[in-house]
């Protein structure tokens, strides 16, 4: 139940945001032969009293090392009541196709600067428990796209 109604609140605060102008374009942007765009959700689960310092992780290196190897960022959030609130982050990125996600990925799992931070992050013990992934691709229907 909770991974429907977090789809329902990301799809929902996407277009709320503003994202998808290509959306308002119609098909007729898409050029011929051009792959679709690559959504993918992530959901990281932490250690207790962990959640904290992946923040800092995302806050001070992540989210720059995304951009930095053209990991786009479409947005970040943590759920407001349960147990979940306590230990989880959910966010997503987005590639403009499945071998960009693959070279992007690749790219920032060996990066120097990043295998550093996380390292020195790791020093008082491992932050993620448990990461899940899922590709997504948007409807023809979808406001972002």
């Known amino acids: 139940m909770f991974r429907v109604r977090l789809l329902v609140v990301v799809a929902l605060t996407a277009a709320l945001c503003g994202l998808g102008t290509q959306a308002a374009l119609g098909d007729e942007a898409k050029a011929p032969g051009a792959t679709e765009k690559i959504f ?73 600067e990043w295998i550093k931070a996380r390292d020195e992050l790791h020093r008082n013990g491992v932050i993620v428990q448990k990461v899940q992934s899922k590709n997504m691709k948007a409807v023809d229907y979808s406001p972002i796209k």
Not at 53 to 68: A, Y
Request: proline share 4%; hydrophobic share 35%; with cysteine.
């Open 40 to 112: 993918e959700l992530r959901i990281y689960k932490t250690y207790s009293g962990k959640l904290e310092d992946l923040h800092k992780r995302f806050r001070e290196h992540t989210c720059r090392l995304f951009k930095k190897h053209g990991i786009e960022l479409v947005g970040f959030w943590v759920p407001t009541e349960g147990e979940e609130a306590k230990d989880t982050l959910i966010y997503i990125v987005a590639f403009p196709s499945k071998e960009a996600q693959e070279k992007a990925w690749k790219a920032f799992q060996s990066d120097p």
